[in-house]
């Protein structure tokens, strides 16, 4: 419910950037012959005229990522919040399967399961939850 709309939102943001790429190309092309030829007329050194194209390059793509709202860093969103959510996900599953063994969590969980898993506190002998766990996760990626 909450990385799903992230992620859709991140996918749209990467769509964007490349998008970006050819005008960004073709720009540059431009600023490097517009301050080849500044740079000739005021005498220039190459590391100056290689300063002053970076410079003014870094300034064009940003103002592209303003005008089009697609600064790169946006599309870290999903990673700052998955990151905390997998954190808490986790401590909250070992706080349940070793909790205080007076607390009745962990005598609920090693009588709760299903089918081949009747234990929820010993681990999966078949690996098929871990492995199907991994290819649904993997189908989600790729998707």
């Given at each position: ?59 064009i ?33 070992r ?46 990626v790729?998707?």
């Amino acid at each position: 419910a909450v990385t799903l709309p992230l992620a859709a939102h991140q996918s749209r943001l990467l769509g964007k950037l490349e998008n970006l790429q050819p005008e960004i190309k073709k720009l540059a092309e431009r600023l490097r012959y517009e301050v080849s030829v500044r740079g000739k007329q005021l005498g220039w050194s190459e590391k100056v005229a290689r300063f002053h194209f970076k410079k003014n390059l870094r300034r064009i793509i940003t103002e592209l990522y303003i005008r089009d709202n697609c600064h790169p860093f946006k599309a870290t969103l999903l990673v700052w919040v998955q990151i905390p959510m997998w954190v808490c996900v986790s401590l909250a599953l070992r706080n349940c399967s070793v909790g205080a063994v007076d607390s009745g969590v962990q005598e609920q969980f090693s009588a709760g399961g299903a089918l081949w898993f009747t234990d929820l506190t010993a681990p999966d002998s078949t690996w098929i939850l871990p492995v199907s766990l991994g290819l649904v996760n993997l189908l989600i990626v790729e998707v």
